[in-house]
């Protein structure tokens, strides 16, 4: 008898880098937008301002010097301050809700982003930001017999619109390809039932990588989950090995 169980995943993802050519003209009415349709999360984005926002419409020619934008969300965590340029737009990269950090949140979640203008009473502009939390799910998560059964595989957070391969692999050394299916905008969400372990099982820990290829290059995985595969004993077979 043998148990299954995911225990961590590596994460690999590119930077989150932001451009902007020009800043949009003043408005009757403030807006502000976010640079990417859904944000994505791993744990080394907890603590930095990585969320692209632009603002347009807000009290022009205030002093620089001063944070004339107040970000908000609906959680109630301070998405961050800034100042206007002179035809009242902005550029901030901002925090994301602590809320989201915990796990407890679930790998998707809709926010309310609220800009405040502190120089003009009542002058505020919102947006929603979906988060996902990158990652793997299976349903079952752990299984203590037939490994090979078919479970419902989650993945969370890789580029909306490619094809999403899964690879097992133990020892470094490739036993099985599965596809599982195109990524979901926004997102980048993909599922699929597939089997849990696709070939005979072996004691330790198997990595299984996510890529957008048949053909298997490590380096080119978003990320690889751990299973790992235990050897398990009844409690009659261990006292009759004590005799």
């Not at 902005?90 to 120089?119: C, H, Q, W």
């Not at 349903?139 to 490619?162: D, F, I």
């Not at 020892?171 to 099985?176: L, S």
């Not at 053909?215 to 978003?222: E, K, P, S």
Request: net charge positive; charged share 20%; proline share 7%.
């Amino acid at each position: 008898m043998s148990r299954v169980a995911i225990r961590r995943f590596v994460l690999a993802v590119a930077g989150l880098v932001v451009g902007a050519t020009a800043f949009a003209p003043a408005a009757s009415a403030a807006t502000i937008s976010v640079g990417m349709p859904c944000a994505r999360y791993v744990p080394g984005l907890a603590a930095q301002e990585w969320i692209p926002v632009t603002g347009s419409g807000f009290t022009p020619n205030t002093d620089p010097r001063f944070n004339s934008v107040e970000l908000n969300w609906s959680s109630g965590d301070l998405g961050g301050f800034t100042p206007l340029a002179a035809d009242g737009s902005f550029l901030k990269n901002v925090l994301m809700p602590t809320d989201f950090i915990r796990t407890a949140s679930g790998r998707v979640k809709t926010y309310t982003l609220t800009a405040t203008d502190r120089e003009t009473p009542g002058l505020v502009a919102s947006t929603q930001v979906p988060f996902v939390r990158v990652g793997v799910d299976t349903k079952p998560r752990r299984l203590r017999r037939n490994l090979g059964r078919k479970v419902r595989w989650s993945v969370y957070g890789t580029p909306a619109g490619v094809t999403i391969y899964a690879h097992w692999t133990f020892k470094r050394r490739r036993f099985a390809t599965r596809k599982l299916g195109r990524a979901a905008a926004p997102c980048g969400i993909t599922r699929k039932r597939a089997p849990f372990l696709p070939v005979r099982p072996r004691f330790g820990t198997w990595k299984v990588y996510f890529t957008s290829r048949r053909r298997f290059l490590r380096r080119r995985a978003f990320f690889s989950v751990d299973l790992t595969v235990f050897r398990t004993f009844s409690t009659d077979a261990a006292a009759a090995g004590k005799r």
